[in-house]
């Protein structure tokens, strides 16, 4: 009986001490050169190659860059954790590079899909950058 209960409460407490990870809007506000975890759902297609994408969450969007096949077999509506370091090139916040990859995990179609935000052309600002707009 001891082990049983010995393996129930080690099964309760894993799942309690599962860690929150930032938003995307939280992950943006880190220094340049930190090591960064964003979870998000991608919004761009191949068109862009298999070395960037775009994924958000509810509160903003980020460009996840690495070499030619970091982001293999990705797909728009996959939701993606990508941890690699914040960069930032021309002006357009990345997490990763060329010659410095992030990591990714591709946890398959998302449960809830990306939504364009309907935004005047006056209204676009950094802000909205890395977000899917209309």
């Known amino acids: 009986m001891k082990k049983i209960y010995s393996f129930i409460i080690c ?3 894993g799942f309690s001490a599962s860690a929150q990870l930032p938003t995307i809007a939280e992950v943006r506000a880190n220094a340049l050169g930190t090591t960064v975890t964003a979870t998000g759902v991608v919004s761009t297609g191949t068109t862009l190659g298999t070395h960037i994408i775009y994924f958000e969450d509810v509160t903003a969007g980020i460009v996840g860059y690495g070499n030619n ?3 293999t077999g990705v797909r728009v509506g996959d ?3 990508v941890t ?3 960069t930032e090139f021309q002006n357009l916040l990345e997490i990763g590079s060329n010659t410095n990859p992030p990591v ?3 946890h398959g179609a998302a449960r809830i899909a ?3 935000l309907v935004v ?3 209204a ?3 802000a909205l950058e890395g977000r899917l707009i209309r």
């Open 11 to 13: 099964a309760l407490a």
């Open 120 to 122: 005047p052309i006056t």
């Open 124 to 126: 676009i600002n950094e």
């Open 114 to 116: 990306v939504t364009p």
């Open 84 to 86: 690699g370091a914040l």
């Open 104 to 106: 990714l995990v591709n």
């Open 79 to 81: 939701s993606v954790t």
């Open 69 to 71: 096949s970091t982001f």
